[in-house]
């Protein structure tokens, strides 16, 4: 990606605590990378998988080594539609160890929810019957929104008695904390 449009991807590299996890969102949620993930994502433009990580990749994956990747997953059904997951695409770039042990089991459309409703996707999210002990677990996520799919993905990991979790999302709507 040129330096222009990364210009207007607007890098932060924010720092917050959510459910007492430390948090990373690379970006804030803005036109540009809607645009781009809508492109990604709903057109399935598989090739733009590495624009939204890939200029920080030696970073992140320094920051992060050995740690051990959960992506928010799709239901099943839409990355068989769209041909891969959007969000484990975008992130394997960052060669770390991805473990996909969290699973979506009914198609909910979280862009479609109130806040309230979104507030439930811990009854549609499973976790397989993994061994975290002693291990350090980065929940990867692309768009963070009311933070509802990663509360519940925090509450999976924490589950399986992990040594570390941390979250990774590739973007954050802005929030009145965020504007400081």
């Not at 924010?14 to 540009?32: A, D, T, W």
């Not at 160890?97 to 996707?121: F, G, N, P, T």
């Not at 549609?124 to 980065?138: C, E, G, S």
């Not at 999976?156 to 965020?178: F, G, N």
Request: glycine share 2%.
């Amino acid at each position: 990606m040129c330096h222009d449009c990364l210009e207007k991807f607007g890098p932060v590299f924010n720092e917050f605590k959510f459910e007492g996890v430390k948090c990373l969102n690379i970006y804030f949620y803005n036109e540009k990378i809607q645009e781009m993930l809508y492109q990604f994502k709903g057109c399935k433009d598989y090739e733009l998988n590495k624009v939204f990580l890939d200029y920080y990749k030696a970073y992140l994956n320094q920051r992060f080594n050995n740690y051990i990747m959960v992506p928010a997953p799709s239901y099943i059904k839409n990355d068989e539609e769209r041909g891969f997951n959007h969000v484990e695409e975008m992130f394997k770039n960052l060669k770390l160890e991805m473990w996909k042990c969290i699973h979506k089991i009914k198609q909910v459309k979280q862009a479609d929810l109130s806040s309230e409703e979104r507030q439930k996707i811990d009854e549609v999210l499973v976790i397989d019957d993994v061994d975290f002990r002693h291990k350090k677990i980065l929940i990867v996520d692309d768009v963070f929104t009311t933070g509802s799919t990663v509360r519940a993905m925090i509450n999976l990991v924490k589950q399986k008695h992990p040594k570390l979790v941390e979250v990774l999302v590739m973007s954050k709507t802005i929030d009145l904390d965020d504007r400081k």
